[in-house]
């Protein structure tokens, strides 16, 4: 018999996405995944063009096949599978220019008898995720991935560093042999059925931190193709820089876990007839007491009245459970000015949702402030639909958006503007770990204020930056990519002020119309860091003219 705390591969049910993203028209990227045969993996082509695409295709083609045949150990079968995917892939490029140097890197995971065998070389991930948290598996074989590891980089930091997508080892470069010292990573981890598993290449990490990760497939638990979606969907309103695909498979009690729930764990016991003797199982001679007790046990009253209190007890803890489920299960509240939603206002279905519903609201102008409840995601259906304004007696003290959380919080696709007040805050940011996606905020507002230890990223959203700044205090944490800030006539500069321990980081932001030095508060070595990887178009310096020639009297020689 298996053992209770582990599952097999058939016990998995999951589910495959994968998609170019926003900013390249081919995929590189494969998908793996047989839940009968217990495979899972995700395999991320190298080499441009076709080459990628190519290395991706044998290598799939090459694991299958050798996967197919069970001799072996699960890790020598993981171990072989990349390694004649690897000289495959080799042996091909040096038959064509055309894909000389292709490759790729694979994280390959099969399940079988309780455990999970992982073989991993690059940068691709598995993580495991349970009601406690998100583990991340896998270590990058990428100098930035190793220093994050190694805790000198944090995990935004590492995200956005500018070197991100160097990787040191991959599969099918150079020949390998299957036995090679640094090569092919073998982990092995125990599978609990209230785990889940989540393999992905770095268009989906490089995207998401693991919290926001973490939270979606919460969000989605129970249903394993919503999870992909939302997360691939998630990846490429951060942005999409690359190629995502993600594979996710989880155990039966996985969605159950996390809703408070434990699994019937007991197991089967001896009969009842087995026990009718006259001595006690450590062979002592029955007492009168425990002669009384056995009467008792073996009385048809007694166990009349257990049932009837056993059945009692179950329907109460069906009513509950039932209870329970529907307030816990996450929903998504539709808010529609115009009264074709659930709702007419944002702070109406705010003030009823729970962590992990998602409040998502159609195309319309919202007078209002909104107070973001903690572990919600706002998202407008439609991005750059949704007007935020600020209602009229509005002081310019109050911001127009509060996020206040202890989990994590997207909010994506909205217009936030000032109305008549100046010099109001857009964002209060009190949380950890919030997302701020295709947000757009214009002239006159503070666009970001952070609280001290609060972090935040913000992705492919639009700053008219006005009379104030970006604020980012001491202990606070921001992350801004590929986002644009515009200066206007009333603008100071430079738009980010950060306190001197902030943790901040850009990466691939357009700032129009500044001065080079963009960011207050820091020194200029680490300023020029922070800002490598940028692109800052100076304001446009009015030309001067030329002075006019004096005029000619009549009759002076023109020599």
Partial sequence: ?????????????????????????????????????????????????????????????????????????????????????????????????????????????VVADGRMVVGHVGDTRLYKIRAEGIRKITRDHSPIGEREDAGELTEVDAMRHPRRNEVFRDVGSVFRDKDEDEFVDIIEEPLEPDCAILVCSDGLTDMLPSATIAHIARQHAGDPARVVEALVAAANDAGGKDNVTVVYAEGPHYAPSLRGERPDTLTPTEPLENKRRSVDDDGAPAGPVRRMARAVVRSRTTWFIAGTLLGVVGALALMLYVARTQVQASQTLVVSANGSGQYTRIGEAMSVARAGDTVRVEPGEYAEQVIVADGVDLVARLPGTVVISRPAGLHASVPSIVVRSGSVNRVAGLQVTSGEVADAAAFDVGGAGVALDMIEIGHHLRAVELAPGSSVAMNGSRVGVGISLVSVPDTAQASFTNNIFVRDSTSVDPPIAAGGTSRLTLTGNVFSGFDPEIVRGLSAARRKEVLSGNIVVSPVQPQRQPPRPAPRRTGENRH
Avoid: K, W
Wanted: aromatic share 2%.
């Fill in 1 to 109: 018999m298996s053992d209770a705390r582990t599952l097999t591969a058939e016990a998995l049910y999951g589910a495959a996405r994968t998609d170019p993203g926003r900013a390249r028209a081919n995929n590189e990227d494969l998908p793996l995944i047989d839940p009968a045969r217990g495979i899972f993996g995700v395999i991320d082509g190298i080499g441009g063009q076709a080459g990628g695409e190519i290395a991706a295709a044998i290598a799939r083609d090459v694991i299958l096949q050798r996967l197919a045949r069970p001799l072996g150990t699960p890790a020598e079968r993981v171990r072989e599978a990349i390694a004649i995917a690897n000289n495959e892939i080799f042996r091909r490029a040096q038959e064509s220019a055309d894909v000389h140097g292709m490759a790729c890197v694979i994280t390959l995971a």
